[in-house]
């Protein structure tokens, strides 16, 4: 809870004068996932403390941790900023502070969670801590959703992404203490998830699950984050559906990543032609202007042109985060913003981390919401510079096999005895 706690109340950063444009929209903030001019932010105060709390009260949880091959791609992910050291494009001061960065917000949230979480009660105390957060956000959701996001400036002052997105079809989408509304968008929408999964699964049936539940998604769709509230509607769909409908739509989405993402990776993907001579594209783009989503287009093409100077630096990247001026704005979505910066081998890397753990129980039929998190978050980081930070804790508790346990709740009812049985009793390291 703690982490939470930072991640929902601290102020993101002390932003510079320079990012601060009354009015107008800048591009002189990238998010907190990776390093930038914004070197102390909360993505990377609020695991270290964690971490060190950890180290302080609970030396016990380190010495019953066992190193596996997934830690070694989240490590070397870490250090990756030495590549471009090596291939001389930065200073080793530079590399250094970069691969520190990368450490206390990847690293240490990853470790957090392979400490804590790798045990089944531990899995369902995360997603218990999803769902809450978003009960914490309902008085942004009402208040700033009615007049407008005001709770950061009047808590820590001006925010560079204050008013940029707000104004939505009915009144305001939120902002909270985040880095952007589009964060906060994803963050209740993985709440109301996560909410409706408990609904769905406690036995019996609670009704105080049911009604978090329902005001949860109700929040969510009154985010107007419409991104977020697919991936809500796709998210609670494969809570919904069968076995074989899943195993069916893993293969599907497999196919569909590897296809589309191979095309959309290539840099050729004509977007204005398509939308400009065929039916297709026409009816969508008109679709696209008449609810307001013109936004969509220009995060891909943006993608798009940056694609030509990553491919310079394929191996070792830039190592500096604004590799991107020579195009006057960054590629929107964090995976391109990482793989110009350190490479895409790095992004590999953290890819791997991530989704291995999530892909192997979805496949092996876990009825857990986790994986359902962490496949859901790390779409949405394909449209946007941030991460939804719960997301790598959920990967970490998965890196460690839970064999056997197609019927994972999550929480109370069905499947809790045989889960409970897997894993060790009280006074072991993993029974913690």
């Given amino acids: ?167 939505r079809y009915f009144g305001f989408r939120p902002l909270a203490f985040f880095e952007n509304g589009n964060q906060y968008g994803i963050w209740i929408a993985m709440a109301a998830l996560a909410a409706v999964f408990r609904a769905l699964r406690s036995r019996p049936q609670s009704w105080i699950d049911v009604a978090i539940a329902g005001l949860l998604v109700v929040c969510a769709i009154a985010s107007q984050s419409v991104g977020a509230i697919i991936l809500l509607v796709l998210g609670s769909g494969w809570l919904l559906a069968s076995a074989r409908i899943r195993r069916i739509a893993i293969i599907a989405s497999g196919l569909l990543v590897a296809i589309g993402g191979t095309a959309y990776l290539s840099g050729k993907v004509p977007l204005r032609s398509w939308a400009l001579s065929t039916p297709a594209g026409q009816t969508t783009a008109a679709v696209l202007r008449a609810t307001g989503r013109e936004s969509l287009g220009w995060r891909v093409q943006r993608d798009q042109t940056s694609l030509p100077m990553i491919y310079r630096a394929p191996l070792t990247g830039y190592g500096t985060w604004d590799w991107w001026r020579p195009l006057k704005s960054h590629p929107w979505g964090l995976p391109l913003l990482l793989a110009g910066q350190f490479g895409l081998l790095s992004l590999a890397l953290v890819t791997i981390a991530l989704l291995a753990g999530a892909i192997r129980e979805m496949w092996q039929g876990s009825r857990s919401i986790l994986p359902v998190v962490v496949i859901l978050a790390a779409t949405d980081a394909w449209l946007n510079s941030f991460v939804y930070f719960p997301a790598i804790l959920a990967a970490a508790a998965m890196a460690d096999p839970f064999w056997g346990l197609p019927h994972d709740t999550g929480h109370e009812g069905d499947g809790e005895e045989t889960a409970l049985a897997m894993i060790p009793q009280a006074g072991t390291v993993d029974g913690t």
């Avoid at 016990?60 to 791609?73: E, N, P, V, W, Y």
């Avoid at 369902?124 to 769902?131: E, Q, V």
């Avoid at 007049?147 to 940029?164: Q, V």
Wanted: proline content about 7%; glycine content about 10%.
């Fill in 1 to 167: 809870m703690c982490s939470f706690g930072g991640w929902l109340a601290l102020p993101v950063a002390d932003y510079p004068a320079t990012t601060i444009t009354a009015g107008s929209f800048t591009v002189d903030v990238i998010g907190t996932a990776l390093p930038s001019n914004l070197l102390v932010t909360k993505a990377l105060v609020v695991p270290l403390v964690v971490f060190a709390c950890l180290a302080l009260t609970a030396p016990h949880l380190f010495r019953g941790f066992r190193f596996k091959a997934i830690d070694a791609a989240m490590a070397a992910f870490c250090l990756s900023p030495l590549l471009a050291y090596a291939a001389g494009k930065v200073p080793i001061a530079s590399a250094l502070a970069q691969a520190g960065y990368l450490a206390g917000v990847w690293g240490g949230t990853w470790m957090t969670g392979r400490l804590i979480l790798r045990s089944q009660p531990g899995r369902r105390g995360l997603i218990t801590a999803i769902a809450a957060s978003g009960l914490v956000l309902v008085p942004a959701a009402i208040l700033e959703g009615l007049h407008s996001p005001w709770f950061y400036s009047a808590a820590y002052g001006t925010h560079p992404f204050e008013f940029n997105g707000a104004a």
